[in-house]
């Protein structure tokens, strides 16, 4: 069955329905450049009430090593999702300091940025749509036929302009560990849409229900 992590939570609130819908990990964006941004008194609430139920990935974005590791430990992060420009040995070093699960993100333009992220030997990878001046929440997809030419064991993470509608097509053409979505159950930047959330999870477990016929 593919997890699925509903990233860009800003409150409580919202946390607590995408656990409720059965939420794998949600994502607490602690960059100052999204319209996303989960206040870290805010994050913390979210950690503390949720973090035995769900995996809570703080989200970081060229963020200095010390600021980072920080967080990571005054949250509780359970995942270290890092979505900028940070090389291999920054992501070993996040994880030796914290010894939370690190998540290196890409976005793909070709597949050569596809092969360029197995040079990180991280937890998991993620793997998203590029736009020019965005880091995650473009709204928009990718062309998945270029995960075709992934050579690495390390799960996938596949994001990127998901939404109910099309999360199903998604998950059948790229076999990822879990998908991940934040503009595709919102109603407005930072605020979720409990319809949208919880029609994305069972459009979820329906593509994992045709999976298992298909076997």
């Known amino acids: 069955m593919t997890r699925f992590k ?3 939570t800003t409150s409580l609130g919202d946390a607590e329905l995408a656990a409720d819908a059965g939420a794998w990990a949600i994502g607490v964006i602690l960059w100052s450049g999204s319209p996303r941004r989960c206040d870290p008194g805010e ?10 139920r769900v995996e809570v990935a703080g989200v970081f974005v060229n963020a200095p090593l010390d600021e980072v590791t920080g967080l990571a430990d005054a949250l509780g992060l359970g995942i270290v999702q890092l979505h900028g420009d940070e090389g291999p040995a920054f992501c070993a070093e996040v994880a030796r300091r914290t010894g939370a699960k ?3 993100a890409a976005a793909v333009r070709s597949g050569a940025d596809v092969a360029a992220l197995e040079a990180f030997h991280t937890d ?13 929440g473009t709204g928009e997809t990718f062309d998945w036929e270029l995960l075709r030419r992934r050579r690495t064991t390390v799960p996938l993470v596949l994001s990127g ?3 109910p509608e099309n999360v199903g097509d998604a998950i059948a053409a790229t076999h990822p560990f879990a ?11 930072g605020v979720k849409d409990p319809g949208k959330v919880r029609a994305f999870a069972e459009a979820v477990a329906a593509a994992g229900d045709r999976a298992g016929v298909g076997r």
């Open 124 to 136: 998991l990878h993620l793997l998203d749509a590029h736009r020019p001046g965005l880091r995650g």
């Open 179 to 189: 998908v991940d979505t934040a503009s595709g159950t919102e109603a407005a930047p």
């Open 6 to 8: 509903i990233c860009g």
């Open 161 to 163: 302009g998901l939404t």
């Open 43 to 52: 994050a913390l609430r979210i950690s503390r009430a949720l973090r035995r």
């Open 102 to 104: 690190v998540m290196k």
